[in-house]
């Protein structure tokens, strides 16, 4: 397989990750799975590695998608993912979004659904809505702070999981962000409260960490390998 060379600094799209990233056989190296790790708000997706490196040693081929979580709009950041997603290589695609990229998530499969299978985790991601971001929001310097991403997909537009495909929820409640300085009501990660995650349908976990720490967990990595794994 030709390798590709992407350099993070690209202000969207294609970046393949680490291509020889998983040592063995070379026939388990051509995975007929590949997981799409879709970053947060103020993010590049360069905080995903750590758990995009054990996902590679757990045998899926990763990929990282970025998009302009502050200074973009929700339609450009969902339309560039759809575009990322269908040109990943692999049986099954699965989709993997910390905090905001959850929600992007959600909004793009709102939209239309994807030509291939796979299944959604999500980390820290606030689809019951955000206090923290509606807080913020209420001034006009933190409408400029949270961007537009946020305003038109959590403040503004509540995001609605479609359905349709198996969705695991995973919440941190290790309270350690701006969350103490706007006195959100634990539990919560520092930034988004536990209940905020819930999705009705989805399997659930709340696991000691913070909202950056669920990036660095290896029980997250472990969760979400168990779940793109898992027999139905």
Not at 5 to 34: D, F, I, Q, T
Not at 141 to 148: I, K, N, P, R
Request: glycine share 14%; net charge positive; proline share 5%.
């Amino acid at each position: 397989m030709r390798a590709h060379r992407h350099s993070l600094s690209s202000p969207m799209g294609y970046n393949p990750g680490r291509e020889g990233g998983v040592v063995g056989n070379p026939v388990e190296s051509m995975k007929s799975e590949a997981v799409v790790l879709i970053h947060g708000l103020w993010m590049t997706g360069t905080e995903m590695r750590v758990l995009g490196g054990r996902l590679e040693e757990s045998g899926f081929r990763v990929r990282y998608f970025r998009y302009r979580s502050w200074r973009g709009g929700l339609a450009q950041a969902t339309g560039a993912l759809r575009e990322f997603v269908e040109a990943t290589e692999g049986e099954r695609v699965h989709l993997v979004g910390h905090s905001l990229g959850g929600v992007v998530i959600a909004k793009m499969l709102e939209e239309a659904p994807l030509s291939r299978p796979g299944r959604v985790a999500m980390l820290g991601a606030p689809m019951g809505g955000s206090a923290a971001a509606r807080i913020v929001s209420r001034r006009r310097a933190g409408q400029w702070l949270v961007g537009g991403v946020i305003r038109e997909g959590i403040v503004e537009h509540p995001p609605k999981w479609p359905g349709g495909r198996e969705l695991l929820v995973v919440a941190g409640d290790i309270p350690l962000g701006t969350g103490l300085l706007l006195g959100l009501a634990k539990p919560h990660d520092g930034v988004i409260r536990v209940e905020e995650t819930r999705v009705e349908g989805a399997r659930t976990v709340t696991v000691r960490a913070s909202h950056v720490g669920l990036l660095l967990s290896r029980k997250v990595a472990a969760l979400l390998s168990d779940h793109f794994r898992r027999v139905a």
